[in-house]
């Protein structure tokens, strides 16, 4: 069974700092690229980073680029985000995702408030 599922959520102050996790089973995870998307309240679900079969290139969304790194940890068969500065329009449900498989993860709350 093709499975992802996030952890690592939660509410942080305004410039703090969160690592999601995403972890991939089911599937042959090293060869496939990862991404990670989010969906605000009100609002469409947006691309936020995407990374690599073996983590060489890395693509981010202009919001949240420099604040942001994604990276994966292969024999692990997980996707990491590190998030710094976090600001309040980076309120969201954070999903990862595996485009190759079309295979969302449940997602994860992150909460950026004073």
């Known amino acids: 069974q093709v499975q992802l599922v996030e952890s690592g959520g939660g509410l942080v102050h305004p410039g703090g700092s969160l690592r999601l996790s995403c972890a991939a089973s089911?599937?042959?995870?090293?060869?496939?690229?990862m991404s990670w998307y989010r969906q605000a309240p009100g609002k469409e679900r947006e691309f936020v980073a995407t990374i690599t079969r073996i983590g060489g290139s890395t693509t981010y969304a202009d919001s949240v680029k420099g604040r942001f790194t994604i990276s994966r940890d292969n024999a692990k068969f997980q996707v990491y985000l590190q998030m710094n500065s976090l600001k309040p329009e980076d309120t969201a449900v954070y999903y990862c995702?595996?485009?190759?498989?079309?295979?969302w993860g449940q997602g994860t709350q992150v909460t950026v408030s004073s």
């Open positions: 995702y595996a485009p190759t498989r079309d295979v």
């Open positions: 089911g599937f042959t995870f090293s060869t496939s690229i």
